[in-house]
């Protein structure tokens, strides 16, 4: 993050703009409109600027700029065609620790302005941090056309109503979540239908029922929820959704940070990752830790790449919950066989190679993959090992000797599927173990194996192997 997102209060601020031209005054009309008060430093500026300087009561300092004009103000931007001057302003106002902003020059910026969408009280910037002003336009405009403009109207309606709602519920979490209820059920529409007085009537109605529900003040729940094979775009609208509504997050290696940061930004969270012989946390004590979560009246975010139930040990972790009473919810999530698979251009089934597929748990267990490899013997299926990269050369000995699988079976092997790191290694039962040797993939990584393979180079979009 290059940029710190802010918003600034500056009614009745003191403001320096240096220049008149076309940008300084659109820079003038968004200060204007947040209030501050506004010094226009140019030796000439134009009609428009000069008739909102009137309008809002600027001032116009007829003059060229000097330093002394930053002298006493809250903020300076600097919008001259002059790039010495541009510069000489930013060296003034940093010397000065003065927030500024010269336009169309971000390596001269202490601050941006963001595209904006405003529903007063209601603002939602966009920055694409100086990088493409055009794209965070276009953003605006797309993400403008889904938001009614009476949602400022609803911000208001929440604010006169804010200080009632925390001391009828005091405790944090399911004060937010009385409020999200309410922001998107019956009690918003009819506010955004210009009925607040319905929407008051209701709102106190709500409260008086949670007075009377002990338990609604008091539950935690808990969402299992499957994050994918690491690409945030495959997350499922339900995932996100949960996952910004959590108080508490758990994760682990296999997913994606930048999953992980699509939580709320005050929401705890706990890494409890796991990787080969290495523990961070036994997965008794997070089956516990969710349940004390929960208990504590926490909204609670078990993420796990790919999907809960596809080795994935959730069927473990809901079990405790269901024990206590607990409530939860298990989201879906791609998991790693569908999407590495896709993005490698290897389809698991098809009508000329594959007629079924089988997910098989690839690890080591003292030693052994344990499995009865008489099952894998058919050619026209295709077997995805999960958690085989260190007991690869066994999977590729025992299909041979004991399910008489062919030394030429290509194989294929997926490290970080989906990602922009995905890697894709070819080979066959006979020379993958050598290949793995060599190239010195890391986890996590997805063996495929089966004539599907065939097709990767015909099929494959996504980076090179």
Known sequence: MQYLPVCLRLQDAPVVLVGGG??????????????????VVAPEISAELEQLLADHGGVWQQSRYRETDL????????????????????????ALSLPVNVVDAPELCSFIFPSIIDRDPLLIAITSSGKSPV?????????????????????????????????????????RLFWEQAMEGTLAEQVLAGR???????????????????????????????????????????????????????????VSPVIVEMARRDAQRIYVGKKRADHTVAQTDINQLLLELAQQGKRVVRLKGGDPFIFGRGGEEIELLAKHRIPFQVVPGITAANGAACYAGIPLTHRDYAQSVRFVAGYLKGNKVEHD?????????TLVFYMGLVGLPVICEQLQAHAGRSPDTPVALVERGTLLEQRVLLGTLATMADVVERERPTAPTLIIVGDVVRLHTDLSWFGES
């Open 22 to 39: 076309t940008v300084a005054t659109r820079k003038a009309r968004l200060l204007l409109r947040a209030g501050a008060n506004v010094t």
């Open 71 to 94: 002298h006493g103000k809250k903020l300076a931007v600097a919008a001259t065609p002059e790039r010495a001057t541009n510069k000489q302003i930013y060296q003034h106002a940093m």
């Open 135 to 175: 794209l965070a336009r276009i953003l605006r405009r797309k993400i403008e056309a889904t938001i009614p403009t009476a949602y400022g109207r609803l911000a208001d309606f929440a604010g006169r109503f804010r200080q009632l709602v925390k001391d009828s519920i005091p405790r944090a979490t399911p004060r």
């Open 196 to 254: 607040e007085q319905q929407a008051e009537a209701q709102l106190r109605e709500r409260l008086r029922e949670r007075e009377q529900d002990t338990r609604a003040l008091h539950g935690g729940e808990v969402y299992l929820i499957g994050a994918g094979p690491g690409d945030p775009d495959l997350m499922t609208f339900k995932a996100a959704r949960l996952l910004q509504s959590a108080d508490v997050v758990l994760y682990d290696r296999l």
């Open 373 to 381: 490899w008489s099952e894998f013997q058919s050619t026209t299926e």
